[in-house]
């Protein structure tokens, strides 16, 4: 499967034909979040959404200095916008998914502060082989990539609901809201080795048991199977929530994801993109078909600018016991981090 994800990375970045299209809608009116959006494929994105003339572009960030530096080099690069010469509004907020407080502050801000939320882009995530705790006793991994990503947009879904039952801000643009989980091709190769403990978050949290190799492609695993589970159930459904919920492989690009490393594994991850790894403003092609594409199935797996076919695991039958397994895991978790939004998670 590795070799399969490597070979299909490199016809993508060296084979002609095999480019991106690139997707355009009015989003005159409409606000968009792009999350860990002043580097790599979020602010590329988050720049070709500034193109699409939307009212408000909130870039959530953690660092705000480098944020607004990205919001500098986004207006000053998009000028006006393609599609109706104005300038759209960009915020710079702060949001922290290593730090639960921070992400909850977060998601009452945009409750408190914004009217609606016609796209959410969960980018955010971090990808690290060494053992790193934060300051809510989780690996740092575990938590931005599955535990804040979750908590996060649970907690902004009712805000998207509520957006959908809004009326169009320009007459003849149809547009379902989406919340988009950024996953990745790893899932394919991600073992789960600790889908059989009693706890899986609790195993996954062990120092002892750590693999820093797998930690990143078991996280993007998890991403898979827990937003498929939730699209099976009624309260997720597109036709309960009116919201387009997936997510989204960018492939192999260039990016900040592998910030951690040093040494050897630093050059080597350079000489590994230079052969494999896809532009970032390519890979951020996914990110606005998955974000702009009302006809994607509920809780679908995208690549490549289609709704594809997830991992074996993803589709057996223990994939599907496993999953429900995590979302009840990660329930028990969330009660604990905000049980006063509980109702945001019961099913």
């Known amino acids: 499967m590795a070799f399969a994800v490597l070979s299909e990375s490199f016809a993508n ?21 792009v999350t860990g959006s002043n ?27 480098k944020g607004e530096a990205a919001k ?35 998601a009452q801000r945009c409750h408190d502060e914004l009217d609606r939320i016609d796209i959410f882009l969960a980018n955010a995530g971090v990808q690290n082989r060494e053992w790193i705790v934060t300051k809510d006793s989780w690996e740092v991994a575990l938590q931005t990539n599955v535990i804040s990503t979750y908590l996060l947009t649970l907690l902004v879904t009712d805000k998207l609901v509520q957006t959908a039952k809004l009326p ?18 790893v899932h ?25 190799a797998a930690r990143y492609q078991d996280s993007k695993l998890i991403e898979v199977l827990l937003t498929r589970f939730l699209a099976k159930q ?30 050897p594994m630093a050059i080597a991850k350079a000489i590994f993109f230079a052969l494999f790894a896809r532009t970032t403003e390519e ?41 429900e397994k995590l979302w009840d895991e990660l329930v028990t978790i969330l009660n604990e981090i905000a049980p006063e939004k509980q109702s945001a998670w019961t099913l």
Request: contains cysteine.
């Open 234 to 263: 009624s309260k997720f459904s597109l036709e309960s929530t009116g919201v387009v919920m997936c997510t989204v492989n960018p492939g192999l690009c260039y990016s900040e994801l592998g910030r951690f490393m040093k040494g």
């Open 13 to 33: 970045k060296w084979f002609p034909g095999r480019g991106l299209p690139e997707t355009i809608v009015d989003l005159t009116g409409r606000t968009v979040i």
């Open 39 to 65: 580097v790599g494929l979020g602010f590329e994105t988050a720049k070709a959404f500034y193109q699409m003339n939307p009212a408000r572009l909130i870039l959530a960030v953690r660092s705000v200095d």
């Open 72 to 106: 500098k080099k986004i207006v000053e690069e998009g000028g006006v916008t393609v599609l109706e010469g104005s300038r759209p509004r960009v915020d710079v907020w702060h949001l922290d998914m290593a730090d639960f407080a921070n992400v909850k502050k977060f």
């Open 283 to 323: 890979g951020a092609k996914n990110f606005t078909w998955a974000c702009l594409n009302n006809d994607i199935p509920q809780g679908a797996y995208t690549s490549s600018c289609r709704v594809t076919t997830p991992s074996n695991f993803v589709l057996s039958q223990e994939g599907d016991q496993v999953s």
């Open 168 to 185: 169009a801000p320009k007459a003849g643009v149809i547009f379902k809201p989406h919340l988009v989980i950024v996953a990745s091709d």
């Open 188 to 212: 394919y190769m991600a073992s789960l080795n600790d889908r059989k403990e009693a706890n899986i978050f609790q195993a996954l949290n062990r120092e002892d048991r750590f693999d820093g």
